[in-house]
């Protein structure tokens, strides 16, 4: 017979120590927590560190002194004009709108006039700088112009023509916001040695008119109203056509493909590599899917909805699709995991009372996994809004003033319009990406709060 008492003791001694050797192994282990809690609090300073000074960059761009030369002021350029309506204005704002365009034709080349009133007309009724023989001409023809389709200029859209053709503004410098709080004097003095003509004044690139003026190619006026809208477009149609297809993906994988199926796990190892794939391989399979092989269906030529600028399949449908298989592969792994939480006992008290599968996925399975599936979409969407690589493949425009009226309009997004404006060598237009940039970032985040209010409104909580 084995002492049992013996071995009791052998084990106490062997497994738990005691005296100063117990002492040092807690001591060892409490040095050692130690050092890794440091460890990891420093990594979270480093990491807020990086995104700070990153956020202080940018906006640090996108606020600042500038130094603007003009070929003529608006004060010079009001009392020239002995326009109609312009006594007593001292400024654009105090012109109507028929000033505004006599001013503007007076003061620019006849082939400019012309060229603008192409790309928007002046007047629904009646042109200003061509004849309507030759401008219906041009519309029946096989490359008809945009202002064919869209409807006529406002005052406000008059008023940018006549910033940049007639008044044009010119930034020949720029000091960001931490130079003008800390060396004013010093860019003061700088801008009247060197740039002894300019006015030099505060600006903030972020503001109203910035988010609600189209692009230009002066970046004293260019805005981002374009880019957000197109923006809009594609991550709305990305959302619209992954969401259930991802959904739906997910319930047949968890509630109705057999688990140990060999065609269940090829499908699962497939969705799990597709979450790595590069973006750009996701560019390429729209421009062959979408763009050309499908280019009736995303032009909507098919549909006689086709836009004459926007007919070769490069639209904003072709773009949506793109991103929205770019995200499905994360609203998938979000939905089955949200759905593989929910207790099998809610299942089996489905069954016991006659449901269907179907009425239990309906009705018990779906609302309570309802939460994380939606923050598989707010993380699907948070990647969609910042994509570049794809759209630049598959044709997003680097310059369009034109907002996009529908799914098969021509496009740009605010990712593109950001690369596009900082591979300027013009500062100014590195100012305007940063500014830029940070309406990216407050639309990501309306975005994500929106969804986390569904999100919180409508998921059920178990017990």
Not at 62 to 70: F, H, I, L, Q, R
Not at 175 to 204: C, D, H, K, M
Not at 311 to 335: C, K, M, Q, Y
Not at 396 to 418: C, E, H, M, N, W
Request: glycine share 8%; with cysteine.
């Amino acid at each position: 017979m084995i002492d049992n008492e013996y071995v009791r003791k052998q084990v106490e001694r062997d497994l738990f120590p005691r005296g100063p050797e117990i002492e040092r192994q807690i001591g060892r282990r409490r040095r050692l927590g130690t050092v890794w809690r440091w460890v990891f609090l420093g990594a979270a300073a480093l990491a807020v560190l990086i995104l700070s000074v990153l956020l202080l960059k940018i906006v640090g761009d996108a606020n600042g002194y500038v130094a603007v030369e003009s070929a003529v002021t608006e004060s010079e350029l009001l009392p020239q004009s002995g326009l109609d309506g312009a006594d007593g204005a001292t400024t654009l704002d105090d012109l109507p709108f028929d000033a505004l365009v006599s001013l503007y034709q007076a003061n620019v080349s006849a082939g400019r006039c012309r060229a603008v009133e192409y790309e928007q007309r002046f007047y629904d009724d009646r042109l200003v700088c061509d004849s309507e023989e030759r401008f219906q001409t041009m519309c029946a023809s096989d490359n008809p112009r945009p202002a064919c389709t869209l409807p006529a200029r406002d005052a406000a859209s008059v008023r940018q023509l006549i910033e940049a053709d007639v008044i044009k503004p010119t930034v020949v410098s720029t000091w960001n916001l931490w130079e003008s709080l800390f060396r004013r004097e010093e860019i003061f003095q700088t801008a009247a040695t060197e740039f002894p003509g300019a006015e030099v004044y505060f600006r903030r690139w972020l503001t109203w008119d910035f988010v609600t003026s189209p692009q230009s190619s002066y970046p004293e006026i260019a805005g981002v109203r374009t880019a957000i809208l197109g923006t809009l477009w594609v991550v709305g149609i990305a959302v619209a056509f992954s969401f259930p297809l991802g959904v739906g993906a997910a319930i047949y994988l968890e509630e109705y493909a057999s688990k140990s199926g060999r065609l269940n796990q090829i499908i699962q190892t497939n969705i799990n590599n597709l979450a790595g794939v590069p973006s750009i391989i996701y560019g390429l399979l729209g421009l062959a899917l979408f763009v050309r092989a499908l280019e009736p269906v995303t032009s909507g030529a098919l549909f006689g909805l086709s836009d004459p600028s926007a007919a070769n399949g490069r639209t904003i449908l072709s773009a949506g699709l793109t991103l929205g298989l770019l995200g499905l592969p994360i609203i998938i792994i979000s939905a089955q995991e949200a759905i593989r939480a929910v207790p099998a006992s809610l299942r089996q008290a489905s069954y016991g009372l006659g449901a269907t599968r179907w009425q239990t996925v309906r009705s018990h399975v779906l609302p309570n996994a309802l939460g994380g599936i939606l923050t598989g979409v707010i993380l699907s969407m948070s990647r969609i809004i910042g994509e570049t690589a794809p759209l630049v493949v598959i044709g997003a425009s680097t310059y369009i003033t034109t907002d996009p009226t529908g799914p098969f309009s021509k496009f740009t997004s605010l990712p593109v319009q950001i690369y596009q404006w900082t591979a300027r060598p013009q500062d100014t237009f590195r100012d305007i990406a940063a500014a830029a940039i940070l309406v990216l970032l407050i639309l990501l985040l309306l975005l994500n709060a929106t969804a986390i209010y569904l999100r919180n409104r409508y998921s059920k909580r178990i017990g």
